[in-house]
């Protein structure tokens, strides 16, 4: 369990995740989201994908330094980014990349975030205090249904998991396993970017809103509460064991 101490406040824990802040408003404010849309991809496209074949090896660990730096300063496209993947790789080996990359991206915020707001909920209202036990001890589970069904923004997941001090191996863990899905199914639009890019027409994101595409997701995100509900079923009533 993570020690419950308030940490005495201290500027120089924030300074990772400003850093991480401060780098992400600067590549917004230079433009670099430019290159995030389906435009700029069509513009491209044979470009990157001569470069590609003539160095499969090290266009894939570019592609993944790059997702996982795009992660770490909470930059959006990903969605993009990974149907890019699975057109430039395949969707096998273009969703095997965006999973490490987002994985290693989203480590990179979680440990900054933990180094700056861990401890804070100590000092706030009771009712955030429970909520943080909660999200502590359930961790991997609530973590697995954030991932799975992406409600919320996937920087605010990072932020608020390192706030709430989850271990290490938890986080990256549930965050391995959560996103694959939806990761995959991205990466599998890649396989027609090179038709819509044809005929001027943006990759359908709403795919994830298909009942058969959705149902399967929400059932896994259902399976990863099961242990949650058994384990509050058991608890005699008036409290929750640690």
Do not use: K
């Amino acid at each position: 369990m993570a020690d419950e101490t308030p940490r005495p406040f201290a500027l120089r824990r924030f300074v990772p995740l400003g850093v991480l802040l401060l780098a992400g408003g600067l590549f917004m404010a230079l433009g670099g989201h430019r290159y995030l849309d389906f435009a700029a991809i069509a513009e491209n496209r044979e470009w990157v994908c001569d470069l590609v074949g003539a160095a499969r090896a090290i266009a894939a660990l570019v592609f993944i330094v790059t997702y996982a730096g795009l992660v770490a300063l909470s930059v959006p496209g990903g969605a993009l980014l990974t149907i890019t993947g699975g057109f430039l790789f395949g969707p096998w080996y273009g969703g095997a990349y965006a999973v490490v990359g987002a994985t290693i991206g989203a480590t990179v915020v979680f440990l900054a975030a933990r180094a700056g707001l861990a401890g804070l909920a100590v000092r706030a209202a009771p009712w955030v205090q429970r909520i943080e036990a909660g999200f502590r001890r359930n961790g991997l589970n609530y973590l697995l249904v954030l991932r799975l069904i992406p409600i919320f923004p996937f920087w605010l997941v990072n932020l608020v998991a390192g706030a709430v001090g989850l271990r290490l191996w938890v986080y990256v863990l549930g965050t391995f396993i959560g996103i694959i899905p939806v990761t995959f199914i991205f990466a599998s639009l890649g396989n027609g970017l090179g038709t819509l890019v044809e005929e001027g027409r943006p990759p359908d994101l709403a795919i994830l809103c298909r009942p058969t595409v959705l149902l399967p997701i929400l059932g896994l995100a259902a399976l990863a509460l099961l242990p949650v509900a058994y384990r509050r079923w058991r608890t005699p009533t008036g409290g929750e064991t640690a």
